[in-house]
């Protein structure tokens, strides 16, 4: 079946940096965009950032845009997120999702807590 699994997450300071990972499997990963979506505590969830099947093209929320880089390995079935200067406002829950835009996510992860506080 299908699983993703992240880790990664932290306690970290505002302006520091971490590195989400999504292992997957159970589906041919290469065959499928792929989207970080984070949710913060009492509020709904963000849409973070996307990655074409080939790795070729991304997306990015504008809240996260310049600061955040996704990044895919197929061979690997691995997918990643390159945080850096992070803020306080960035504390949610990470997930990975496999991505059926425009028919949405079909397939989550139990998320991974990024926590930014001094």
């Known amino acids: 079946q299908v699983q993703l699994v992240e880790s990664g997450g932290g306690l970290v300071q505002p302006g520091g940096s971490l590195r989400l990972s999504c292992a997957a499997s159970?589906?041919?990963?290469?065959?499928?965009?792929m989207s970080w979506v984070r949710q913060a505590p009492g509020k709904g969830p963000e849409w973070v950032s996307r990655?074409?099947?080939?790795?070729?093209?991304?997306r990015y929320a504008d809240s996260v845009k310049g600061r955040f880089t996704i990044s895919r390995d197929n061979a690997k079935n691995t997918l990643w997120l390159q945080m850096n200067s992070l803020k306080p406002e960035d504390t949610a829950l990470y997930y990975c999702?496999?991505?059926?835009?425009?028919?949405?996510?079909?397939?989550w992860g139990k998320g991974t807590l990024v926590t930014v506080s001094s």
């Open positions: 999702s496999r991505d059926q835009t425009p028919n949405g996510m079909d397939y």
């Open positions: 990655i074409s099947t080939s790795g070729k093209n991304t």
């Open positions: 159970g589906f041919t990963f290469s065959s499928y965009y």
